[in-house]
T-cell receptor, first 109, second 114 residues
Protein backbone atom coordinates (compact mmCIF):
# COMPACT_ATOMS: atom_id res chain seq x y z
CA UNK A 1 0.00 0.00 0.00
CA UNK A 2 1.33 3.41 -0.95
CA UNK A 3 2.01 5.68 2.01
CA UNK A 4 3.80 8.80 3.16
CA UNK A 5 4.95 8.98 6.79
CA UNK A 6 6.25 12.09 8.46
CA UNK A 7 8.09 12.35 11.75
CA UNK A 8 7.96 13.69 14.29
CA UNK A 9 4.27 14.55 14.35
CA UNK A 10 4.99 17.57 16.50
CA UNK A 11 8.06 19.43 17.63
CA UNK A 12 8.65 22.34 20.00
CA UNK A 13 11.92 24.26 19.83
CA UNK A 14 13.29 27.66 20.81
CA UNK A 15 14.30 30.45 18.48
CA UNK A 16 17.72 29.87 17.02
CA UNK A 17 17.50 26.08 17.15
CA UNK A 18 18.00 23.92 14.07
CA UNK A 19 15.33 21.35 13.23
CA UNK A 20 15.17 18.38 10.91
CA UNK A 21 11.84 17.07 9.67
CA UNK A 22 11.58 13.63 8.13
CA UNK A 23 9.42 12.18 5.39
CA UNK A 24 9.57 8.53 4.32
CA UNK A 25 7.49 7.09 1.53
CA UNK A 26 6.43 3.97 -0.26
CA UNK A 27 4.93 4.57 -3.68
CA UNK A 28 4.91 2.40 -6.74
CA UNK A 29 5.85 4.87 -9.48
CA UNK A 30 7.65 7.73 -7.80
CA UNK A 31 7.85 10.97 -9.73
CA UNK A 32 8.58 13.73 -7.25
CA UNK A 33 8.45 14.73 -3.59
CA UNK A 34 7.20 18.10 -2.47
CA UNK A 35 7.35 20.02 0.79
CA UNK A 36 4.71 22.54 1.82
CA UNK A 37 4.34 24.91 4.75
CA UNK A 38 0.84 25.33 6.12
CA UNK A 39 0.00 28.03 8.60
CA UNK A 40 -3.59 29.05 9.24
CA UNK A 41 -4.72 28.77 5.67
CA UNK A 42 -3.70 26.91 2.57
CA UNK A 43 -0.31 25.27 2.10
CA UNK A 44 2.47 27.22 0.43
CA UNK A 45 4.98 25.45 -1.74
CA UNK A 46 8.56 25.12 -0.48
CA UNK A 47 10.50 22.58 -2.54
CA UNK A 48 10.12 19.95 -5.21
CA UNK A 49 12.67 17.14 -5.31
CA UNK A 50 13.09 14.60 -8.08
CA UNK A 51 16.75 13.55 -7.91
CA UNK A 52 18.69 11.94 -5.09
CA UNK A 53 21.47 13.77 -3.34
CA UNK A 54 20.81 17.23 -4.75
CA UNK A 55 20.12 19.72 -1.99
CA UNK A 56 17.52 22.39 -2.60
CA UNK A 57 18.05 25.52 -0.56
CA UNK A 58 16.02 28.63 0.12
CA UNK A 59 17.30 30.93 2.84
CA UNK A 60 17.34 29.05 6.10
CA UNK A 61 15.45 26.08 4.64
CA UNK A 62 17.00 23.20 2.78
CA UNK A 63 15.86 19.78 1.67
CA UNK A 64 17.33 16.65 0.18
CA UNK A 65 15.97 13.41 -1.22
CA UNK A 66 17.30 9.87 -0.93
CA UNK A 67 15.55 7.71 -3.53
CA UNK A 68 17.42 4.59 -2.48
CA UNK A 69 16.31 4.75 1.15
CA UNK A 70 12.99 6.39 0.20
CA UNK A 71 13.05 9.44 2.40
CA UNK A 72 13.53 13.18 2.43
CA UNK A 73 14.50 15.64 5.12
CA UNK A 74 13.66 19.28 5.54
CA UNK A 75 16.13 21.33 7.57
CA UNK A 76 15.44 24.70 9.10
CA UNK A 77 18.38 26.54 10.66
CA UNK A 78 18.23 29.47 13.10
CA UNK A 79 14.50 28.97 13.57
CA UNK A 80 12.22 31.96 14.10
CA UNK A 81 8.73 32.18 15.58
CA UNK A 82 7.43 32.76 12.06
CA UNK A 83 8.54 29.24 11.16
CA UNK A 84 5.78 27.85 13.40
CA UNK A 85 3.48 25.90 11.08
CA UNK A 86 2.56 22.44 9.89
CA UNK A 87 5.04 21.14 7.34
CA UNK A 88 3.54 18.78 4.81
CA UNK A 89 5.36 16.28 2.64
CA UNK A 90 3.66 15.03 -0.53
CA UNK A 91 4.72 12.40 -3.02
CA UNK A 92 3.55 12.30 -6.59
CA UNK A 93 3.40 9.08 -8.58
CA UNK A 94 2.09 8.59 -12.12
CA UNK A 95 -1.43 9.68 -11.27
CA UNK A 96 -1.82 10.65 -7.66
CA UNK A 97 -0.44 12.96 -5.05
CA UNK A 98 -0.31 11.58 -1.54
CA UNK A 99 0.26 13.72 1.53
CA UNK A 100 1.71 12.80 4.90
CA UNK A 101 0.01 13.79 8.14
CA UNK A 102 2.39 16.69 8.61
CA UNK A 103 4.80 17.81 11.33
CA UNK A 104 3.53 20.57 13.58
CA UNK A 105 6.49 22.80 14.43
CA UNK A 106 6.23 25.32 17.26
CA UNK A 107 9.06 27.79 17.70
CA UNK A 108 9.05 29.56 21.07
CA UNK A 109 10.66 32.97 21.64
CA UNK B 1 -2.36 36.95 -3.02
CA UNK B 2 -1.95 33.51 -4.55
CA UNK B 3 -3.75 33.90 -7.87
CA UNK B 4 -6.23 31.21 -6.84
CA UNK B 5 -9.47 32.44 -5.33
CA UNK B 6 -12.23 30.47 -3.65
CA UNK B 7 -15.77 31.44 -2.70
CA UNK B 8 -17.39 31.36 -0.31
CA UNK B 9 -14.74 31.43 2.38
CA UNK B 10 -17.13 30.03 4.98
CA UNK B 11 -20.26 27.95 4.47
CA UNK B 12 -22.72 26.45 6.92
CA UNK B 13 -25.29 24.09 5.50
CA UNK B 14 -27.83 21.54 6.60
CA UNK B 15 -27.73 17.95 5.53
CA UNK B 16 -30.55 18.44 3.02
CA UNK B 17 -29.16 21.58 1.38
CA UNK B 18 -27.53 21.87 -2.01
CA UNK B 19 -24.63 24.27 -2.37
CA UNK B 20 -21.62 24.82 -4.61
CA UNK B 21 -18.05 25.84 -3.96
CA UNK B 22 -16.28 27.90 -6.58
CA UNK B 23 -12.61 28.15 -7.46
CA UNK B 24 -10.99 30.44 -9.99
CA UNK B 25 -7.35 30.61 -11.02
CA UNK B 26 -5.65 33.52 -12.79
CA UNK B 27 -2.30 31.82 -13.39
CA UNK B 28 -2.81 30.38 -16.85
CA UNK B 29 -2.65 26.82 -15.53
CA UNK B 30 -4.31 23.86 -17.19
CA UNK B 31 -4.90 21.59 -14.21
CA UNK B 32 -7.05 22.14 -11.13
CA UNK B 33 -7.58 20.11 -7.98
CA UNK B 34 -9.96 19.76 -5.07
CA UNK B 35 -8.58 18.73 -1.67
CA UNK B 36 -10.29 18.05 1.64
CA UNK B 37 -8.55 18.78 4.89
CA UNK B 38 -10.26 17.44 7.99
CA UNK B 39 -9.16 18.38 11.47
CA UNK B 40 -7.33 15.18 12.28
CA UNK B 41 -6.49 13.67 8.90
CA UNK B 42 -3.86 14.31 6.25
CA UNK B 43 -4.76 16.38 3.25
CA UNK B 44 -6.88 14.24 0.88
CA UNK B 45 -6.90 14.68 -2.87
CA UNK B 46 -10.50 14.49 -4.11
CA UNK B 47 -10.52 15.38 -7.80
CA UNK B 48 -8.06 16.28 -10.51
CA UNK B 49 -8.97 18.05 -13.74
CA UNK B 50 -6.32 18.19 -16.42
CA UNK B 51 -7.07 20.00 -19.67
CA UNK B 52 -10.70 20.16 -18.51
CA UNK B 53 -11.08 16.38 -18.30
CA UNK B 54 -11.39 14.61 -15.00
CA UNK B 55 -8.52 12.19 -14.66
CA UNK B 56 -9.38 10.57 -11.33
CA UNK B 57 -11.68 10.95 -8.36
CA UNK B 58 -10.12 8.77 -5.67
CA UNK B 59 -13.38 7.10 -4.68
CA UNK B 60 -15.01 10.25 -3.36
CA UNK B 61 -18.70 9.80 -2.40
CA UNK B 62 -21.19 10.81 -5.06
CA UNK B 63 -22.62 13.55 -2.84
CA UNK B 64 -19.59 15.53 -4.04
CA UNK B 65 -19.84 16.40 -7.72
CA UNK B 66 -17.11 18.39 -9.47
CA UNK B 67 -17.50 20.52 -12.56
CA UNK B 68 -14.80 22.16 -14.63
CA UNK B 69 -16.33 24.26 -17.42
CA UNK B 70 -12.96 25.68 -18.50
CA UNK B 71 -9.34 25.73 -17.39
CA UNK B 72 -9.85 28.73 -15.11
CA UNK B 73 -12.91 27.65 -13.16
CA UNK B 74 -13.67 24.69 -10.96
CA UNK B 75 -16.80 23.96 -8.97
CA UNK B 76 -17.64 21.44 -6.28
CA UNK B 77 -21.37 20.77 -6.04
CA UNK B 78 -22.55 19.52 -2.67
CA UNK B 79 -25.79 17.73 -1.82
CA UNK B 80 -27.10 15.69 1.10
CA UNK B 81 -23.82 16.00 2.96
CA UNK B 82 -23.03 14.41 6.30
CA UNK B 83 -21.61 16.11 9.42
CA UNK B 84 -18.32 14.26 8.86
CA UNK B 85 -17.97 16.18 5.60
CA UNK B 86 -17.26 19.31 7.63
CA UNK B 87 -13.73 20.34 6.70
CA UNK B 88 -11.59 22.85 4.88
CA UNK B 89 -11.92 22.38 1.12
CA UNK B 90 -8.90 23.56 -0.79
CA UNK B 91 -8.61 24.25 -4.48
CA UNK B 92 -5.26 24.24 -6.25
CA UNK B 93 -3.98 24.72 -9.78
CA UNK B 94 -0.83 23.80 -11.63
CA UNK B 95 0.64 23.41 -15.06
CA UNK B 96 0.12 19.75 -15.86
CA UNK B 97 3.36 17.96 -16.65
CA UNK B 98 4.60 14.42 -16.28
CA UNK B 99 6.84 15.02 -13.28
CA UNK B 100 6.62 18.64 -12.29
CA UNK B 101 3.64 19.46 -10.20
CA UNK B 102 4.07 22.67 -8.24
CA UNK B 103 0.58 23.46 -7.07
CA UNK B 104 -0.72 26.83 -6.01
CA UNK B 105 -3.47 26.72 -3.43
CA UNK B 106 -6.46 28.94 -2.81
CA UNK B 107 -7.39 30.08 0.70
CA UNK B 108 -9.97 27.35 1.13
CA UNK B 109 -13.65 27.18 2.02
CA UNK B 110 -14.43 26.25 5.62
CA UNK B 111 -17.51 24.04 5.39
CA UNK B 112 -19.68 23.14 8.38
CA UNK B 113 -22.46 20.61 7.92
CA UNK B 114 -25.08 20.68 10.65
Amino acid sequence: EDKVVQSPLSLVVHEGDTVTLNCSYEVTNFRSLLWYKQEKKAPTFLFMLTSSGIEKKSGRLSSILDKKELFSILNITATQTGDSAVYLCAVKDNNDMRFGAGTRLTVKP
Amino acid sequence: ETGVTQTPRHLVMGMTNKKSLKCEQHLGHNAMYWYKQSAKKPLELMFVYSLEERVENNSVPSRFSPECPNSSHLFLHLHTLQPEDSALYLCASSQWRETYNEQFFGPGTRLTVL
